[in-house]
């Protein structure tokens, strides 16, 4: 039988059986693992399965894999259509779903053996085939040895990668990790056109190399991982291809590379070798963290650990401007979120594992910003950004307050306070707020009474008031309406609470709650001068609203003027 009849045998002819749907949400349970011997139907299809030996492993072939196998075609009389077996190497078959025979290898675990018994519908159909009558029910006998997972990785053919050797299960590297590949690239009759050096090359994901389609199979490989890239020409890129090839040149001047030509389609072999993990450590790209070496177990430091770090500080051009644990040199200690250190090496050191050792790149804005600063190796120039190799030696967490009595949840409380009101006064509103959030959890929760219980009460509601105070200043009026109605709960009449949320209810145009509180300050404190004075500006409020409300209005009934002609 030629490979014709073989494609024909592969495919179902779909007479316009309605398709299965499930309702959503619907959940399917899974039959359990056929016995050798054992016969199953499989789903609506029709087809039964009868197992003949158990595979290896758990895993099945999908959908576009390229499998290799040998198979067996014969009727139900045992009259045999078509043979693999009379070959001496098994054929390799592109799966593909709704065809009876892909449908089956579907089905399968490497090494397995089975008997299926496909229906007329999922077969040949009511046209047949050469040694095959009209309407037939025949049966494959399978063996299934190996397959190559094939992923469309664009999902539009573009670029097509199939998976020659599997990588470890460490994840895929993001846009922004540095990853090392080995790749040669050739044209479809074998002309080698790039290769990257013995060792391998380094590129950050994001930044690409050689051709759009490299970095975005990349994306989808995990280390140790050897693939085989079709890429079609419009997914090459050829200023970058182009560039490439010239570097390529000069590296072996004296080999005969040739130019790609136009709409040339593209086999790249890759391997992932490694990737190192870049974090964007405070969400806007400007403290960025590539991990050279991952830490101990999940722990990272946390703001407020005592952390114990090395590190060699560098410009862009290489100068080392500090060094800390070097050599015979002491390392440096701080405690974070504390501004001990600059902001990035600060952000960062709380985001590090035990142990870990990681490359810093930290932008002006995270670092001395626009001044020029003296360090004890030399000048850092104002506008620098900063390179920091550092290893995280060791951390000490503060105690979280499930871990603390009741002495010192409120002596933690009053110390976060103090340094809040430190940051307020400093006009560090942000920081300050997350301060006094820290003091207000540090005796949420726990059972006090008596002078404590005075002590608690006094705190929280000192500690909800500044955080309003802060959020004022930042404009998150929302933020100071919750903090105030926290106070407002534990006493019902603070002047200062009633003052404050009244602001923000101005601010967001809420003028009736905004008079609402304004009445009960003034009943609670009838000379207090910043209420009164708050209670002219919602006046003022008031009569702009009104006038606005009055043009508005006004120029909805307005009579139209509408000219008549004539006609």
Not at 78 to 91: A, H, L, M, N, Q
Not at 112 to 118: G, M, R, S, V
Not at 311 to 321: N, P, Q, R, S
Request: proline share 4%; with cysteine; net charge negative.
């Amino acid at each position: 039988m030629d490979s014709s009849a073989i494609a024909i045998a592969a495919a179902k002819v779909s007479d316009g059986d309605d398709e299965l749907e499930e309702e959503e949400g619907e959940e399917i349970e899974s039959a359990p693992p056929l016995q050798i011997g054992e016969e199953r139907v499989l789903g609506a299809s029709g087809i039964k399965k009868k197992l003949l030996k158990l595979g290896a492993g758990y895993e099945t072939p999908e959908h576009s894999d390229e499998a290799t196998v040998h198979y067996v075609g014969s009727l139900l009389d045992g009259e045999i259509f078509y043979s693999t077996r009379d070959k001496s190497e098994p054929v390799t078959i592109t799966l593909k779903v709704d065809e009876g025979l892909g449908d089956c290898i579907m089905t399968m675990k490497k090494g397995e053996i089975a008997l299926f018994t496909l229906p007329a519908d999922q077969g040949y159909g009511a046209q047949g085939c050469d040694n095959v009558p009209p309407n037939s029910v025949i049966q494959f006998e399978i063996e299934l040895f190996s397959w190559i997972t094939v992923i469309d990785v664009r999902r539009d053919g573009g670029i097509i990668k199939k998976i020659l050797e599997k990588g470890s299960k460490n994840g895929k590297p993001g846009d922004l990790d540095e990853v090392l590949v080995k790749y040669q690239v050739e044209l479809r009759d074998g002309t080698v056109v790039a290769k990257s050096p013995d060792e391998g090359i380094e590129f950050c994901v994001n930044d690409g190399h050689l051709c759009p389609a490299l970095p975005l199979a990349v994306a989808t490989m995990r280390p140790g991982e050897k693939a085989k890239l079709i890429v079609q020409p419009q997914c090459m890129g050829r200023c970058h291809f182009e560039s490439f090839q010239w570097l390529w040149r000069r590296r072996n001047s004296s080999g005969n590379i040739k130019a790609v030509p136009p709409n040339s389609v593209l086999n790249i072999d890759i391997v992932l070798v490694s990737y190192k993990p870049v974090i964007d450590v405070v969400g806007d790209s400007k403290v960025l963290k590539k991990i050279l070496r991952d830490g101990e177990g999940t722990s990272v430091a946390d703001d407020g650990a005592t952390v114990t770090v090395s590190y060699v500080a560098k410009l862009e051009d290489g100068t080392t401007f500090e060094m800390k644990g070097v050599g015979e040199g002491e390392p440096l200690v701080f405690i974070t979120d504390e501004e001990k250190v600059i902001s990035g090496l600060d952000k960062a050191a709380a985001t590090m594992k035990r142990g870990e050792k990681a490359v810093l790149t930290i932008s002006p804005e995270y670092g001395f910003g626009n001044v020029e600063v003296q360090c004890d190796l030399a000048k850092v120039p104002q506008c620098s950004t900063l390179i920091y190799e550092v290893e995280m030696l060791d951390f000490v967490k503060e105690k979280t307050p499930w871990e603390m009595n009741n002495e010192e949840k409120i002596e933690a409380a009053n110390g976060k306070k103090e340094q809040g009101n430190l940051l307020y006064k400093n006009q560090k509103y942000q920081r300050a707020a997350k301060k006094y959030n820290k003091a207000a959890e540090c005796i949420e929760n726990g059972f006090f009474e008596g002078d404590e219980e005075k002590k608690v009460k006094a705190l929280r509601v000192s500690c909800f008031l500044n955080g309003a105070a802060c959020s004022l200043k930042l404009k998150n009026f929302q933020e100071t309406i919750s903090l105030c109605s926290e106070v407002l709960g534990i006493e019902f009449q603070n002047v200062k609470a009633l003052y404050r949320r009244a602001q923000s209810y101005i601010e967001l145009g809420d003028l009736i709650s905004a008079e609402m509180d304004i009445k009960k300050a003034l009943e609670a404190d009838p000379e207090n001068r910043e209420v009164k004075s708050l209670h002219k500006t919602l006046k003022q409020s008031k009569a702009d609203s009104n006038k606005r409300d009055a043009k508005l209005y006004s120029n909805m009934f307005a009579p139209s003027k509408v000219s008549f002609r004539c006609l």
